[in-house]
Nanobody, 130 residues
Framework: QVQLVESGGGQVQAGGSLRLSCAASGRTLRSYTMGWFRQAPGKAREFVAAISREESRTSYADSVTARFTISRDNAVNTVYLQMNSLKPEDTAVYYC???????????????????????WGQGTQVTVSS
């Protein structure tokens, strides 16, 4: 069993930055593909970014490419999402996810509406004001 706890959300003005953290307990994250997702009010869940297990390959949604960076520190069992140049449309609850499967194309596999990881975090609110 893996418990995921997100932190780092908050309110920021457009153009600002936030760094989200996803800390895991129960098992090492080393064996998991990790992802960040978000859901805005009244909208479907959206894939944001993913990072593979050992080699740390990353993939991003088009809407956040060049602005967001996903990274992982297996030594402290934590995954991060650095968000720069934030826009009001980035406002959402952000969730991290842990998936024991390996994907050759994470964005395609994890971006489908029916996707379900092994574990979800509880979410952290990000609000970007204009």
């Amino acid at each position: 069993q893996v418990q995921l706890v997100e932190s780092g959300g908050g309110q920021v003005q457009a153009g600002g930055s936030l760094r989200l953290s996803c800390a895991a307990s129960g098992r090492t994250l080393r064996s998991y593909t990790m992802g960040w997702f978000r859901q805005a009010p009244g909208k479907a869940r959206e894939f944001v970014a993913a990072i593979s297990r050992e080699e740390s390959r990353t993939s991003y949604a088009d809407s956040v490419t060049a602005r967001f960076t996903i990274s992982r520190d297996n030594a402290v069992n934590t995954v991060y999402l650095q968000m720069n140049s934030l826009k009001p449309e980035d406002t959402a609850v952000y969730y991290c996810a842990a998936d024991s499967r390996w994907y050759i194309a994470p964005r395609q596999a994890m971006g489908v509406p029916s996707y379900e990881p092994d574990y979800w975090g509880q979410g952290t609110q990000v609000t970007v004001s204009s």
